[in-house]
Nanobody, 125 residues
């Protein structure tokens, strides 16, 4: 089991950048695929990006490809999402998620078992 805590959100101007962090508890962080989602009020949670347990592979939603970058530091049990060229429509609560992913598992995962509490990103125009 893993517990996730996001940080790094806040208010940023359009065109700016922000880096979100997701700190994970536990000793097996390197066995989990990590992902980022976002949600706005009244809408479903949208997938943004995911990264393999060892960090060798990534997968992005088309809507953020080229602007957002997912990464991880397994030595420090932390995943990141770098958000660049932000737009007001990027305003949302951003969530990280984890899914234990043994070698040979389907990629990307169909679902994620563990979720953080979310961090708000607000982009002003």
């Amino acid at each position: 089991q893993v517990q996730l805590v996001e940080s790094g959100g806040g208010l940023v101007q359009a065109g700016g950048s922000v880096r979100l962090s997701c700190a994970a508890s536990g000793r097996t962080f390197g066995s989990y695929a990590m992902a980022w989602f976002r949600q706005t009020p009244g809408k479903e949670r949208d997938f943004l990006a995911t990264i393999t347990p060892k960090g060798g592979g990534t997968y992005y939603a088309d809507s953020v490809k080229g602007r957002f970058t997912i990464s991880r530091d397994n030595a420090n049990n932390t995943a990141y999402l770098q958000l660049n060229s932000l737009k007001p429509e990027d305003t949302a609560v951003y969530y990280c998620a984890a899914q234990q992913t043994p070698v040979g598992s389907r990629w990307p995962p169909r679902s994620y078992a563990y979720w953080g509490q979310g961090t708000q990103v607000t982009v002003s125009s």
